[in-house]
Protein backbone atom coordinates (compact mmCIF):
# COMPACT_ATOMS: atom_id res chain seq x y z
CA UNK A 1 0.00 0.00 0.00
CA UNK A 2 1.23 3.41 -0.87
CA UNK A 3 0.12 6.80 0.04
CA UNK A 4 0.29 7.79 -3.45
CA UNK A 5 1.24 6.62 -6.82
CA UNK A 6 1.51 8.50 -9.86
CA UNK A 7 -0.04 6.67 -12.92
CA UNK A 8 1.04 6.45 -16.57
CA UNK A 9 3.07 9.18 -16.82
CA UNK A 10 6.84 9.88 -18.45
CA UNK A 11 9.49 9.54 -16.26
CA UNK A 12 12.40 12.36 -16.36
CA UNK A 13 14.59 11.42 -13.62
CA UNK A 14 16.98 14.09 -13.73
CA UNK A 15 20.37 12.18 -14.13
CA UNK A 16 19.85 13.26 -18.11
CA UNK A 17 18.97 9.53 -19.35
CA UNK A 18 16.11 9.11 -21.57
CA UNK A 19 12.59 9.44 -20.47
CA UNK A 20 10.77 6.16 -19.80
CA UNK A 21 6.92 5.60 -19.19
CA UNK A 22 5.94 3.97 -15.23
CA UNK A 23 4.16 4.56 -12.20
CA UNK A 24 5.33 6.09 -9.41
CA UNK A 25 4.72 4.62 -5.85
CA UNK A 26 5.50 7.17 -2.80
CA UNK A 27 5.27 6.04 0.83
CA UNK A 28 6.34 7.53 3.98
CA UNK A 29 7.62 10.90 2.41
CA UNK A 30 10.13 8.85 0.12
CA UNK A 31 9.95 7.40 -3.49
CA UNK A 32 9.17 3.67 -2.57
CA UNK A 33 9.02 2.58 -6.18
CA UNK A 34 9.13 3.40 -10.04
CA UNK A 35 8.09 0.90 -12.36
CA UNK A 36 4.72 -0.98 -13.11
CA UNK A 37 2.55 -0.82 -10.02
CA UNK A 38 0.08 -3.48 -8.78
CA UNK A 39 -0.90 -2.22 -5.54
CA UNK A 40 -3.30 0.46 -4.59
CA UNK A 41 -2.44 3.94 -3.23
CA UNK A 42 -4.59 6.20 -0.97
CA UNK A 43 -4.36 8.74 -3.54
CA UNK A 44 -3.95 8.24 -7.18
CA UNK A 45 -2.74 10.65 -9.80
CA UNK A 46 -3.24 10.20 -13.25
CA UNK A 47 -0.27 11.78 -15.34
CA UNK A 48 -0.52 10.32 -18.70
CA UNK A 49 0.61 12.35 -20.94
CA UNK A 50 2.90 14.40 -18.32
CA UNK A 51 6.49 14.49 -17.26
CA UNK A 52 6.94 13.16 -13.87
CA UNK A 53 10.24 14.75 -13.03
CA UNK A 54 12.38 15.68 -9.29
CA UNK A 55 11.40 18.90 -7.72
CA UNK A 56 13.13 21.71 -9.28
CA UNK A 57 16.04 23.23 -7.11
CA UNK A 58 16.84 26.98 -6.49
CA UNK A 59 20.14 27.29 -4.87
CA UNK A 60 19.99 31.32 -4.93
CA UNK A 61 17.13 32.61 -3.04
CA UNK A 62 16.58 35.01 -0.15
CA UNK A 63 13.83 33.31 1.41
CA UNK A 64 15.47 34.19 4.58
CA UNK A 65 12.75 36.36 6.07
CA UNK A 66 9.91 35.33 3.80
CA UNK A 67 9.82 32.09 5.25
CA UNK A 68 8.16 33.59 8.77
CA UNK A 69 4.92 34.73 6.63
CA UNK A 70 4.65 32.39 3.13
CA UNK A 71 5.75 29.29 3.98
CA UNK A 72 5.19 28.04 0.92
CA UNK A 73 7.69 29.82 -0.58
CA UNK A 74 5.74 32.10 -3.51
CA UNK A 75 6.48 32.71 -6.36
CA UNK A 76 8.89 29.42 -6.47
CA UNK A 77 6.73 27.14 -5.70
CA UNK A 78 4.65 28.30 -8.63
CA UNK A 79 7.30 26.95 -10.67
CA UNK A 80 8.35 23.73 -9.84
CA UNK A 81 10.38 24.47 -7.24
CA UNK A 82 10.42 21.93 -3.95
CA UNK A 83 13.97 23.27 -2.23
CA UNK A 84 15.47 26.49 -1.82
CA UNK A 85 18.96 27.66 -0.84
CA UNK A 86 18.76 30.89 1.18
CA UNK A 87 21.37 33.47 3.02
CA UNK A 88 23.06 34.25 -0.52
CA UNK A 89 25.31 37.61 -0.97
CA UNK A 90 26.07 37.71 2.55
CA UNK A 91 22.57 38.30 3.88
CA UNK A 92 21.13 36.38 6.55
CA UNK A 93 18.62 36.93 9.89
CA UNK A 94 21.20 35.38 11.89
CA UNK A 95 23.30 35.68 13.99
CA UNK A 96 21.44 38.65 15.50
CA UNK A 97 19.44 39.32 18.90
CA UNK A 98 16.24 40.94 18.55
CA UNK A 99 17.20 44.16 20.03
CA UNK A 100 19.83 44.79 17.11
CA UNK A 101 17.29 43.29 14.27
CA UNK A 102 16.95 47.10 12.67
CA UNK A 103 21.09 46.26 11.96
CA UNK A 104 20.36 43.46 10.01
CA UNK A 105 17.29 44.65 8.14
CA UNK A 106 19.40 47.54 7.09
CA UNK A 107 22.13 45.58 5.61
CA UNK A 108 18.99 43.91 3.34
CA UNK A 109 16.30 46.79 2.74
CA UNK A 110 18.11 48.64 0.13
CA UNK A 111 20.23 45.60 -1.10
CA UNK A 112 17.69 43.17 -1.63
CA UNK A 113 14.83 45.51 -1.65
CA UNK A 114 12.78 43.66 1.34
CA UNK A 115 10.67 46.24 2.74
CA UNK A 116 11.49 46.76 6.77
CA UNK A 117 7.78 47.05 7.34
CA UNK A 118 7.08 43.80 6.09
CA UNK A 119 10.05 42.18 8.00
CA UNK A 120 8.69 44.16 11.29
CA UNK A 121 5.07 42.97 10.94
CA UNK A 122 5.80 39.56 9.19
CA UNK A 123 8.76 38.18 11.89
CA UNK A 124 8.44 36.96 14.97
CA UNK A 125 12.02 37.12 16.29
CA UNK A 126 12.94 33.89 18.18
CA UNK A 127 16.53 33.48 17.65
CA UNK A 128 20.04 35.07 18.54
CA UNK A 129 22.71 32.81 17.14
CA UNK A 130 22.25 31.12 13.68
CA UNK A 131 21.72 28.01 15.34
CA UNK A 132 19.01 28.96 17.13
CA UNK A 133 18.00 30.25 13.89
CA UNK A 134 18.06 27.27 11.69
CA UNK A 135 15.89 25.94 14.95
CA UNK A 136 13.42 28.43 14.22
CA UNK A 137 12.81 27.37 10.51
CA UNK A 138 12.43 24.05 11.65
CA UNK A 139 9.84 24.69 13.97
CA UNK A 140 7.90 26.38 11.31
CA UNK A 141 5.50 24.94 9.07
CA UNK A 142 7.04 25.31 5.27
CA UNK A 143 5.28 23.88 2.15
CA UNK A 144 8.99 23.31 0.48
CA UNK A 145 12.53 22.44 2.05
CA UNK A 146 15.08 25.21 2.93
CA UNK A 147 18.45 25.13 3.47
CA UNK A 148 20.37 28.25 4.72
CA UNK A 149 23.59 29.81 4.75
CA UNK A 150 25.17 31.98 7.26
CA UNK A 151 25.91 35.78 5.87
CA UNK A 152 28.81 37.68 6.43
CA UNK A 153 26.77 41.11 7.01
CA UNK A 154 24.76 39.65 9.61
CA UNK A 155 27.63 38.11 11.32
CA UNK A 156 29.82 41.22 11.41
CA UNK A 157 26.72 43.42 12.47
CA UNK A 158 26.41 41.05 15.15
CA UNK A 159 29.97 40.52 16.35
CA UNK A 160 31.32 44.40 15.73
CA UNK A 161 28.25 46.36 16.21
CA UNK A 162 27.75 49.59 14.51
CA UNK A 163 31.29 49.20 14.08
CA UNK A 164 30.70 46.63 11.30
CA UNK A 165 29.25 49.45 8.65
CA UNK A 166 33.34 51.63 9.01
CA UNK A 167 35.99 49.13 10.42
CA UNK A 168 37.90 46.46 9.50
CA UNK A 169 37.87 43.66 11.86
CA UNK A 170 40.53 43.41 15.27
CA UNK A 171 41.89 40.33 15.69
CA UNK A 172 39.28 39.53 18.63
CA UNK A 173 36.17 40.18 16.12
CA UNK A 174 37.85 37.93 14.18
CA UNK A 175 38.35 35.20 16.43
CA UNK A 176 34.40 35.76 17.90
CA UNK A 177 33.60 35.61 13.89
CA UNK A 178 34.88 32.65 13.40
CA UNK A 179 33.77 31.09 16.53
CA UNK A 180 29.78 31.59 15.42
CA UNK A 181 31.21 30.21 11.52
CA UNK A 182 31.95 26.99 13.27
CA UNK A 183 29.24 26.91 15.43
CA UNK A 184 26.38 27.25 12.28
CA UNK A 185 28.08 25.28 9.76
CA UNK A 186 27.94 22.25 13.05
CA UNK A 187 24.33 23.28 13.10
CA UNK A 188 23.44 22.60 9.82
CA UNK A 189 24.03 25.92 7.69
CA UNK A 190 24.62 24.91 4.16
CA UNK A 191 27.66 27.33 4.19
CA UNK A 192 28.87 31.10 4.67
CA UNK A 193 28.24 33.99 2.24
CA UNK A 194 29.61 37.56 0.98
CA UNK A 195 29.73 40.59 -0.53
CA UNK A 196 31.79 42.65 -1.71
CA UNK A 197 29.70 44.86 -4.84
CA UNK A 198 28.97 48.31 -4.62
CA UNK A 199 25.18 46.86 -6.01
CA UNK A 200 24.82 45.76 -1.94
CA UNK A 201 24.54 49.50 -0.09
CA UNK A 202 22.53 50.35 3.19
CA UNK A 203 19.33 52.93 2.47
CA UNK A 204 21.33 55.79 3.29
CA UNK A 205 24.11 54.97 0.62
CA UNK A 206 26.85 52.83 2.61
CA UNK A 207 28.28 49.61 1.62
CA UNK A 208 26.46 46.37 3.66
CA UNK A 209 29.13 45.20 6.36
CA UNK A 210 30.23 42.51 4.26
CA UNK A 211 32.27 45.19 1.87
CA UNK A 212 34.25 46.13 5.00
CA UNK A 213 36.00 43.17 5.17
CA UNK A 214 39.61 42.43 4.06
CA UNK A 215 40.36 39.78 1.74
CA UNK A 216 41.95 38.09 5.06
CA UNK A 217 38.62 38.31 7.27
CA UNK A 218 37.03 36.76 4.39
CA UNK A 219 39.80 33.93 4.18
CA UNK A 220 40.09 33.16 7.29
CA UNK A 221 36.18 32.58 7.78
CA UNK A 222 36.16 30.60 4.98
CA UNK A 223 39.21 28.56 6.69
CA UNK A 224 36.57 27.42 9.28
CA UNK A 225 34.74 25.57 6.53
CA UNK A 226 37.74 24.13 5.19
CA UNK A 227 38.67 22.59 8.67
CA UNK A 228 35.36 21.74 9.85
CA UNK A 229 34.86 19.93 6.64
CA UNK A 230 31.67 21.26 4.77
CA UNK A 231 29.66 24.28 3.91
CA UNK A 232 29.44 25.97 0.88
CA UNK A 233 30.64 29.33 0.42
CA UNK A 234 28.75 31.78 -1.77
CA UNK A 235 30.24 35.58 -3.28
CA UNK A 236 28.64 38.23 -4.56
CA UNK A 237 31.33 39.53 -6.52
CA UNK A 238 33.97 42.35 -6.16
CA UNK A 239 33.91 45.21 -8.26
CA UNK A 240 36.87 44.75 -10.44
CA UNK A 241 36.19 47.21 -13.27
CA UNK A 242 36.99 46.39 -16.19
CA UNK A 243 40.55 46.74 -15.49
CA UNK A 244 42.70 43.58 -16.50
CA UNK A 245 45.14 43.76 -13.74
CA UNK A 246 42.26 44.41 -10.88
CA UNK A 247 40.61 41.43 -12.36
CA UNK A 248 43.50 39.31 -12.43
CA UNK A 249 44.20 39.62 -9.15
CA UNK A 250 40.74 38.88 -7.82
CA UNK A 251 40.69 35.99 -10.12
CA UNK A 252 43.85 34.96 -8.12
CA UNK A 253 42.40 35.37 -5.22
CA UNK A 254 39.45 33.35 -5.88
CA UNK A 255 41.59 30.70 -6.94
CA UNK A 256 43.78 29.81 -4.23
CA UNK A 257 41.00 30.34 -1.62
CA UNK A 258 39.25 27.28 -3.35
CA UNK A 259 42.78 25.77 -3.23
CA UNK A 260 43.68 26.19 -0.01
CA UNK A 261 40.97 25.87 2.16
CA UNK A 262 39.16 22.58 0.19
CA UNK A 263 35.60 24.62 0.13
CA UNK A 264 33.49 24.79 -2.84
CA UNK A 265 33.36 28.06 -4.19
CA UNK A 266 30.02 29.35 -6.10
CA UNK A 267 29.42 33.08 -7.58
CA UNK A 268 27.06 34.55 -10.15
CA UNK A 269 28.29 35.21 -13.33
CA UNK A 270 26.52 37.24 -16.18
CA UNK A 271 27.75 38.43 -19.86
CA UNK A 272 27.09 42.28 -20.14
CA UNK A 273 26.59 44.47 -23.76
CA UNK A 274 28.92 47.21 -21.62
CA UNK A 275 31.93 44.48 -21.27
CA UNK A 276 30.76 41.24 -23.81
CA UNK A 277 33.48 39.21 -22.60
CA UNK A 278 33.98 40.14 -18.83
CA UNK A 279 32.84 36.30 -18.20
CA UNK A 280 34.96 34.52 -19.65
CA UNK A 281 38.35 34.32 -17.49
CA UNK A 282 35.53 33.37 -14.74
CA UNK A 283 34.41 30.22 -16.27
CA UNK A 284 38.23 29.04 -17.25
CA UNK A 285 38.68 29.99 -13.66
CA UNK A 286 36.12 27.50 -12.58
CA UNK A 287 38.14 24.79 -14.77
CA UNK A 288 41.88 25.86 -13.83
CA UNK A 289 40.41 25.94 -9.67
CA UNK A 290 39.19 22.44 -10.07
CA UNK A 291 42.69 20.94 -11.69
CA UNK A 292 44.48 22.55 -9.18
CA UNK A 293 42.58 20.58 -6.89
CA UNK A 294 39.83 23.24 -5.65
CA UNK A 295 36.09 22.92 -6.43
CA UNK A 296 34.08 25.92 -8.00
CA UNK A 297 31.01 26.56 -9.56
CA UNK A 298 29.20 29.07 -11.60
CA UNK A 299 25.13 30.34 -10.74
CA UNK A 300 24.12 31.36 -14.21
CA UNK A 301 20.37 32.67 -15.41
CA UNK A 302 18.08 31.76 -18.21
CA UNK A 303 17.38 34.74 -19.86
CA UNK A 304 18.52 38.44 -19.61
CA UNK A 305 18.28 39.75 -16.29
CA UNK A 306 15.46 42.37 -15.89
CA UNK A 307 14.18 44.94 -14.21
CA UNK A 308 9.62 44.90 -14.33
CA UNK A 309 8.58 48.00 -14.18
CA UNK A 310 5.34 50.06 -14.37
CA UNK A 311 4.34 53.14 -13.17
CA UNK A 312 2.49 50.47 -9.94
CA UNK A 313 6.01 50.35 -8.98
CA UNK A 314 8.96 52.43 -10.63
CA UNK A 315 9.90 53.75 -14.13
CA UNK A 316 13.51 54.81 -15.33
CA UNK A 317 12.38 58.62 -14.94
CA UNK A 318 11.19 58.59 -11.35
CA UNK A 319 13.85 61.02 -10.23
CA UNK A 320 13.41 63.95 -12.26
CA UNK A 321 11.65 66.74 -10.47
CA UNK A 322 8.89 67.17 -12.90
CA UNK A 323 7.87 63.42 -12.60
CA UNK A 324 8.36 63.10 -8.92
CA UNK A 325 5.85 65.21 -9.07
CA UNK A 326 3.52 63.22 -10.60
CA UNK A 327 4.75 60.05 -9.31
CA UNK A 328 3.94 60.90 -5.65
CA UNK A 329 -0.04 61.17 -6.89
CA UNK A 330 -2.73 58.38 -6.65
CA UNK A 331 -2.60 56.27 -9.74
CA UNK A 332 -5.45 57.55 -10.92
CA UNK A 333 -4.77 61.13 -10.53
CA UNK A 334 -1.33 59.69 -12.65
CA UNK A 335 -3.57 58.45 -15.15
CA UNK A 336 -5.26 61.55 -15.73
CA UNK A 337 -2.23 63.87 -15.96
CA UNK A 338 -0.32 61.82 -18.36
CA UNK A 339 -3.77 62.33 -20.35
CA UNK A 340 -3.25 66.20 -20.00
CA UNK A 341 -1.39 67.03 -23.33
CA UNK A 342 0.77 69.80 -21.92
CA UNK A 343 1.69 67.70 -18.83
CA UNK A 344 2.95 65.27 -20.80
CA UNK A 345 4.77 67.65 -23.21
CA UNK A 346 6.71 68.81 -19.91
CA UNK A 347 7.34 65.22 -18.99
CA UNK A 348 8.69 64.41 -22.07
CA UNK A 349 10.63 67.22 -21.91
CA UNK A 350 12.27 66.72 -18.83
CA UNK A 351 13.89 63.11 -20.21
CA UNK A 352 15.65 65.40 -22.36
CA UNK A 353 17.80 67.15 -20.16
CA UNK A 354 20.52 64.95 -19.00
CA UNK A 355 21.56 65.11 -15.90
CA UNK A 356 23.30 62.05 -14.38
CA UNK A 357 21.64 62.61 -10.66
CA UNK A 358 18.89 61.77 -12.32
CA UNK A 359 20.50 58.11 -13.66
CA UNK A 360 22.30 56.79 -10.38
CA UNK A 361 21.29 53.57 -9.89
CA UNK A 362 22.73 50.53 -7.36
CA UNK A 363 21.40 47.31 -7.39
CA UNK A 364 17.85 46.29 -8.83
CA UNK A 365 17.28 49.89 -9.28
CA UNK A 366 16.01 51.63 -12.99
CA UNK A 367 19.04 52.58 -15.31
CA UNK A 368 19.25 55.53 -17.55
CA UNK A 369 17.21 54.46 -20.53
CA UNK A 370 18.76 53.07 -24.14
CA UNK A 371 15.04 52.67 -25.27
CA UNK A 372 16.71 50.08 -27.68
CA UNK A 373 16.95 48.44 -24.10
CA UNK A 374 13.30 49.07 -22.85
CA UNK A 375 11.17 46.55 -23.82
CA UNK A 376 7.23 45.93 -23.55
CA UNK A 377 6.58 43.33 -21.85
CA UNK A 378 2.87 42.45 -23.73
CA UNK A 379 3.47 37.77 -23.05
CA UNK A 380 5.58 36.07 -20.56
CA UNK A 381 8.25 34.73 -22.78
CA UNK A 382 10.54 36.50 -25.43
CA UNK A 383 10.74 38.05 -28.42
CA UNK A 384 9.50 41.49 -26.79
CA UNK A 385 9.37 44.50 -29.15
CA UNK A 386 11.33 47.85 -27.81
CA UNK A 387 10.24 50.72 -27.23
CA UNK A 388 12.29 52.41 -29.78
CA UNK A 389 11.45 49.98 -32.44
CA UNK A 390 7.56 50.59 -31.43
CA UNK A 391 8.23 54.63 -31.61
CA UNK A 392 10.42 54.26 -34.83
CA UNK A 393 7.25 52.27 -36.59
CA UNK A 394 5.08 55.18 -35.41
CA UNK A 395 6.99 58.07 -36.11
CA UNK A 396 7.03 58.88 -32.57
CA UNK A 397 9.31 60.39 -29.71
CA UNK A 398 10.11 56.91 -27.56
CA UNK A 399 9.10 58.85 -23.99
CA UNK A 400 5.73 59.30 -25.45
CA UNK A 401 5.11 56.26 -27.09
CA UNK A 402 6.35 54.68 -23.60
CA UNK A 403 3.70 56.65 -21.74
CA UNK A 404 1.20 55.71 -24.41
CA UNK A 405 1.83 52.12 -23.79
CA UNK A 406 1.31 52.10 -20.17
CA UNK A 407 -1.57 54.28 -20.46
CA UNK A 408 -3.26 51.67 -22.68
CA UNK A 409 -3.10 49.23 -20.40
CA UNK A 410 -4.23 51.61 -16.71
CA UNK A 411 -0.96 51.92 -16.19
CA UNK A 412 -0.29 48.19 -15.78
CA UNK A 413 2.12 47.83 -18.58
CA UNK A 414 5.11 46.25 -17.45
CA UNK A 415 8.49 47.26 -19.37
CA UNK A 416 11.64 44.99 -18.96
CA UNK A 417 14.59 46.97 -18.83
CA UNK A 418 17.65 44.42 -18.89
CA UNK A 419 20.59 45.00 -16.19
CA UNK A 420 22.63 41.79 -18.13
CA UNK A 421 22.38 39.16 -20.12
CA UNK A 422 21.30 41.06 -23.03
CA UNK A 423 23.21 38.52 -25.48
CA UNK A 424 21.47 35.28 -25.83
CA UNK A 425 24.15 33.42 -27.33
CA UNK A 426 25.79 34.11 -24.19
CA UNK A 427 23.31 33.10 -21.71
CA UNK A 428 22.71 29.57 -23.93
CA UNK A 429 27.05 29.14 -23.78
CA UNK A 430 26.55 29.73 -20.23
CA UNK A 431 24.16 27.82 -18.92
CA UNK A 432 26.40 25.04 -21.84
CA UNK A 433 29.40 24.95 -19.27
CA UNK A 434 29.80 21.65 -17.57
CA UNK A 435 30.47 24.03 -14.17
CA UNK A 436 27.19 25.96 -14.09
CA UNK A 437 24.12 25.48 -12.11
CA UNK A 438 21.31 27.21 -13.41
CA UNK A 439 19.68 29.17 -10.76
CA UNK A 440 19.71 32.71 -9.27
CA UNK A 441 15.81 33.61 -8.98
CA UNK A 442 16.77 35.88 -6.03
CA UNK A 443 13.32 34.70 -5.44
CA UNK A 444 12.53 37.03 -2.03
CA UNK A 445 14.47 39.64 -2.24
CA UNK A 446 14.00 42.47 -5.04
CA UNK A 447 10.63 41.81 -4.62
CA UNK A 448 9.18 44.83 -6.53
CA UNK A 449 11.76 44.85 -8.74
CA UNK A 450 12.55 41.89 -11.00
CA UNK A 451 11.20 38.89 -11.09
CA UNK A 452 12.96 35.49 -11.59
CA UNK A 453 11.15 32.70 -9.82
CA UNK A 454 10.12 31.55 -13.19
CA UNK A 455 13.64 31.39 -14.52
CA UNK A 456 13.14 27.73 -14.39
CA UNK A 457 10.10 27.69 -16.08
CA UNK A 458 11.22 29.91 -18.95
CA UNK A 459 13.84 27.11 -19.28
CA UNK A 460 11.50 24.56 -19.82
CA UNK A 461 9.57 26.65 -22.21
CA UNK A 462 11.97 28.91 -24.20
CA UNK A 463 14.87 26.64 -24.76
CA UNK A 464 13.41 23.50 -24.56
CA UNK A 465 10.09 24.06 -26.27
CA UNK A 466 10.16 26.66 -28.09
CA UNK A 467 13.95 26.83 -28.90
CA UNK A 468 14.79 22.81 -28.94
CA UNK A 469 18.29 24.33 -27.36
CA UNK A 470 18.16 21.54 -24.98
CA UNK A 471 16.29 17.77 -24.41
CA UNK A 472 13.70 17.79 -21.60
CA UNK A 473 15.94 15.24 -19.53
CA UNK A 474 19.42 17.50 -19.83
CA UNK A 475 16.86 20.64 -18.83
CA UNK A 476 15.72 18.72 -15.73
CA UNK A 477 18.90 17.24 -14.84
CA UNK A 478 20.15 21.23 -14.77
CA UNK A 479 17.68 22.28 -12.87
CA UNK A 480 17.48 19.07 -10.08
CA UNK A 481 20.66 16.78 -10.06
CA UNK A 482 22.99 19.92 -10.77
CA UNK A 483 22.22 21.91 -8.18
CA UNK A 484 20.96 19.34 -5.54
CA UNK A 485 24.91 17.55 -5.98
CA UNK A 486 26.94 20.85 -5.59
CA UNK A 487 25.34 22.32 -3.05
CA UNK A 488 25.15 18.35 -1.02
CA UNK A 489 21.42 17.77 -0.57
CA UNK A 490 21.35 14.22 0.20
CA UNK A 491 18.79 12.15 -1.34
CA UNK A 492 17.07 14.72 -3.78
CA UNK A 493 17.80 16.04 -7.29
CA UNK A 494 16.95 13.02 -8.43
CA UNK A 495 14.13 10.05 -8.81
CA UNK A 496 15.12 7.19 -7.09
CA UNK A 497 13.76 4.80 -4.49
CA UNK A 498 14.60 5.24 -1.43
CA UNK A 499 15.12 8.80 -1.77
CA UNK A 500 12.78 11.67 -0.61
CA UNK A 501 9.56 12.45 -3.02
CA UNK A 502 10.33 15.82 -4.26
CA UNK A 503 7.72 15.08 -7.38
CA UNK A 504 6.31 17.77 -10.08
CA UNK A 505 4.27 16.37 -12.51
CA UNK A 506 3.68 18.72 -15.19
CA UNK A 507 2.55 18.65 -18.90
CA UNK A 508 5.84 19.89 -21.30
CA UNK A 509 3.29 21.16 -24.21
CA UNK A 510 1.68 24.05 -21.36
CA UNK A 511 4.61 24.37 -18.73
CA UNK A 512 5.45 28.13 -19.23
CA UNK A 513 5.36 31.37 -17.00
CA UNK A 514 2.28 33.31 -16.83
CA UNK A 515 2.23 37.30 -16.78
CA UNK A 516 3.23 38.87 -13.63
CA UNK A 517 1.14 40.75 -11.56
CA UNK A 518 1.36 43.87 -8.65
CA UNK A 519 0.32 42.61 -5.50
CA UNK A 520 0.45 44.18 -1.89
CA UNK A 521 0.14 41.40 -0.20
CA UNK A 522 3.46 41.74 1.89
CA UNK A 523 3.04 41.56 6.04
CA UNK A 524 2.15 45.62 6.38
CA UNK A 525 0.30 45.57 3.08
CA UNK A 526 3.98 46.40 1.34
CA UNK A 527 4.00 45.73 -2.34
CA UNK A 528 5.44 43.00 -4.87
CA UNK A 529 5.31 40.83 -8.21
CA UNK A 530 4.19 37.95 -8.53
CA UNK A 531 4.08 35.68 -11.44
CA UNK A 532 2.50 31.99 -11.65
CA UNK A 533 3.15 29.06 -14.43
CA UNK A 534 0.62 27.11 -16.30
CA UNK A 535 0.93 23.05 -17.08
CA UNK A 536 2.10 22.14 -13.61
CA UNK A 537 -0.35 19.31 -12.39
CA UNK A 538 0.91 18.40 -9.09
CA UNK A 539 3.90 19.42 -7.05
CA UNK A 540 4.87 16.79 -3.86
CA UNK A 541 7.10 17.72 -1.48
CA UNK A 542 8.26 14.93 1.00
CA UNK A 543 5.97 12.72 -0.22
CA UNK A 544 3.06 14.81 0.14
CA UNK A 545 1.01 17.07 -2.46
CA UNK A 546 1.53 20.95 -1.48
CA UNK A 547 0.03 22.00 -5.20
CA UNK A 548 -2.66 20.57 -7.09
CA UNK A 549 -2.84 22.64 -10.74
CA UNK A 550 -0.86 25.07 -9.04
CA UNK A 551 -3.08 25.78 -6.33
CA UNK A 552 -1.90 25.39 -2.58
CA UNK A 553 -3.78 22.00 -0.94
CA UNK A 554 -2.98 23.34 2.29
CA UNK A 555 -0.12 20.69 3.41
CA UNK A 556 3.31 22.18 4.73
CA UNK A 557 5.16 19.35 4.10
CA UNK A 558 8.65 21.12 3.84
CA UNK A 559 12.08 20.55 6.06
CA UNK A 560 14.96 22.46 6.85
CA UNK A 561 17.66 20.75 4.85
CA UNK A 562 20.75 20.81 7.39
CA UNK A 563 24.20 20.48 6.23
CA UNK A 564 26.23 17.54 6.56
CA UNK A 565 27.72 18.24 9.94
CA UNK A 566 24.39 18.48 11.47
CA UNK A 567 23.43 14.81 10.81
CA UNK A 568 26.80 13.26 12.49
CA UNK A 569 26.07 15.61 15.48
ZN1 LIG B 1 21.54 37.42 -4.14
Same mark, same amino acid.
Given at each position: M????IR????????????????????????????????????T??????I??????????H?????F????G??SC??G??S???G???F????????D???????????????P??????????W??????L???????K???????????????????????????N????????R??R??????????T????? *?HQTP????????? $?? &?D??????GV?G?????V????????G??????????????AL????G?P???????SR???D??????????E????G????I???S???N??????????????????E????P????????R *????RR??V?????????????????P????????????? =???????V??I $?DA????????????A??????????? =?L??? *???H???????????????????????I???????????????DK????L??A?????????S? &???Q???????? &???????F??E????????????? =??????L?Q????L?T??????????N??H?G?????LL??P?????
Open positions: YDIINGTIVDGSGMPRFRADLGIANGKIAAIGRLHENAREIEADGHVSPGIIDAHTMDAQVWDPITCWHITVVMNCGSLAPCAEKKLLVMRNLERAEDIAEAMEAGIKWSETFPQYDAVERTPGINYAAYMGHSALRTYVMGERAFDSEASEDLSAMKEVAAVRAGAIGFTSRTR *NDGHPVASRL $AN &WEVRQLVMEEGAGFEIAGEDTFDPERIKNYLDRLKAVDTVVTYGMFSRAPYWRPFFKLADSSQAGKMFQVHRSLLVMSFETVTPFDRMPVWRIRKLLAEQEAAL *NPETALQATKENDARNHEAVGAERGVNFKYLYVMDQ =PNPPFRSQE $AAGKDPVDCFIELLAKGLKQFFLQ =PANE *NQDVLEMMRHPRSVVTFSDSGAHVSQMDSSLQTHVLSHWVRHEFSEEIRMLTFVPAN &WGLNRGLLRTG &WAADVIVDPKIAPMLPTLDHDL =PAGARRKKATGKTIVNGQVLLKNETALPGQRGLAARA
